[in-house]
Nanobody, 118 residues
């Protein structure tokens, strides 16, 4: 499975941004796709995840501000992360991942950098 993430950039506090990730290759009928982030000097953390059936989970820190969604096309799965009310503490490299079960992150995309600053 190959993943390609995009959409990062510089945004002011309170602003919005949408991240995208395209997953292609040996996509199983049941899978979980996730967004993670890693800030400088910190460990990578799960931000949000969504199953092929549409069930979603969020980290408490983003629950009321971020929304994860996906579009299950024939040969490619498109994953999105709508980020609203961005805060400086949301600054990080964001990564998408693919797995066959919850808490399984078998494949990773490259990071896309989000910087929240005035």
């Amino acid at each position: 499975v190959q993943l390609q993430a995009s959409g990062g950039g510089l945004v002011q506090p309170g602003g919005s941004l949408v991240l995208s990730c395209a997953a292609s290759g040996d996509i199983g009928s049941r899978n979980i796709m996730s967004w993670h982030r890693q800030a400088p000097g910190k460990e990578r953390e799960l931000v949000a995840a969504v199953s092929s059936g549409g069930a979603a989970k969020y980290a408490d820190s983003v629950k009321d501000r971020f929304a994860i969604s996906r579009d299950n096309a024939e040969k490619t799965v498109y994953l999105y992360l709508q980020m609203n009310g961005l805060k400086p503490e949301d600054t990080a490299a964001y990564y998408c991942s693919y797995g066959n079960a919850w808490a399984r992150y078998d494949y990773w995309g490259q990071g896309t950098l989000v910087t929240v600053s005035s």
